[in-house]
C-alpha cells in the first residue's frame, strides 16, 4: 500500500481480555516502531525492529507486552490481560532514511 | 531531565503573524533533528528534519538548529488557523534506533 496500515482502527475490549493489534509498514521500509500515546500526552516508545536485528523493547511498559515482526513485514503487538491503563491510541511507524511514517493508529479502549 | 523537552502551551498567535517552537535534548551527540505535526485525532506527519547548526528555510517553516545550546526551534511564519495544531520535536539516537518525541507544543492560530 501507499502508507503504514494498522488495524483495527478501533478496539474497545473489557479488562484481563488480550489484545492484538496489526500493523503493515510501507513495502521496503527496514525500520519499523510501535508508539503508545494517550489522551493530551506525548509518544511514548514501546519496540523497534530494524531487518533481522533483535529488537529493542526497552519501551515495552511491562511483560503484558510483546510485539514480533513476521518476515520483515507485517508487525504485531499483542497486550495480556489488559488492564484500563492500557487504554490508549497506539500508532506504529516505519521508517527510511531516518524519516518516521506513521500509520493511523489503533485507539484501544479497556472497559 | 527527559531526553526532548517542549512547553506544552497552548500557544497563541493571530493570523498572519509569526509562530516560534522551541525544543531541548538532553543528548550532546545527537545529529538530526526532526519536527512533526500532529493534528486532533490524526497521527504525527513530518513536516521539516534539520542535521546542521544553523536554519533551514522550507516555505512559509524554518527551523534553527543550535547544537552548543541543544536547542531546536521551528518558526511558521504568517501564521493560518490551519497551521492550528501540536507539534513535536523529534530526535533519534546516533543510530536511529530510538525517536524521542518531547511531549508537544499545541498551537493554536486565531482568524
Known amino acids: 500500500g501507499a502508507g503504514v496500515s494498522q488495524s483495527p482502527s478501533n478496539k474497545v475490549t473489557e479488562k484481563g481480555k488480550d489484545v492484538e493489534l496489526r500493523c503493515d509498514p510501507i513495502?521496503?521500509?527496514?525500520?519499523l516502531y510501535w508508539y503508545r500515546q494517550s489522551l493530551g500526552q506525548g509518544l511514548e516508545f514501546l519496540i523497534y525492529f530494524q531487518g533481522n536485528s533483535a529488537p529493542d523493547k526497552s519501551g515495552l511498559p511491562s511483560d503484558r507486552f510483546s510485539a514480533e515482526r513476521t518476515g520483515g513485514s507485517v508487525s504485531t503487538l499483542t497486550i495480556q490481560r489488559t488492564q484500563q491503563e492500557d487504554s490508549a491510541v497506539y500508532l506504529c511507524?516505519?521508517?527510511?532514511?531516518?524519516?518516521?511514517?506513521f500509520g493511523e493508529g489503533s485507539r484501544l479502549t479497556v472497559l | 531531565q527527559k531526553e526532548v523537552e517542549q512547553n506544552s502551551g497552548p500557544l497563541s498567535v493571530p493570523e498572519g503573524a509569526i509562530a516560534s517552537l522551541n525544543c531541548t535534548y538532553s543528548d550532546r551527540v545527537s545529529q538530526s533533528f526532526f519536527w512533526y505535526r500532529q493534528y486532533s485525532g490524526k497521527s504525527p506527519e513530518l513536516i521539516m528534519s534539520i542535521y546542521s547548526n544553523g536554519d533551514k528555510e522550507d516555505g512559509r517553516f524554518t527551523a534553527q538548529l543550535n547544537k552548543a545550546s541543544q536547542y531546536v526551534s521551528l518558526l511558521i511564519r504568517d501564521s493560518q488557523p490551519s497551521d492550528s495544531a501540536t507539534y513535536l520535536c523529534a530526535v533519534p539516537l546516533y543510530n536511529f534506533n530510538k525517536f524521542y518525541f518531547g511531549s508537544g507544543t499545541k498551537l493554536n492560530v486565531k482568524p
Open positions: 513495502s521496503g521500509h527496514t525500520a
Open positions: 511507524a516505519s521508517s527510511f532514511a531516518g524519516e518516521l511514517f
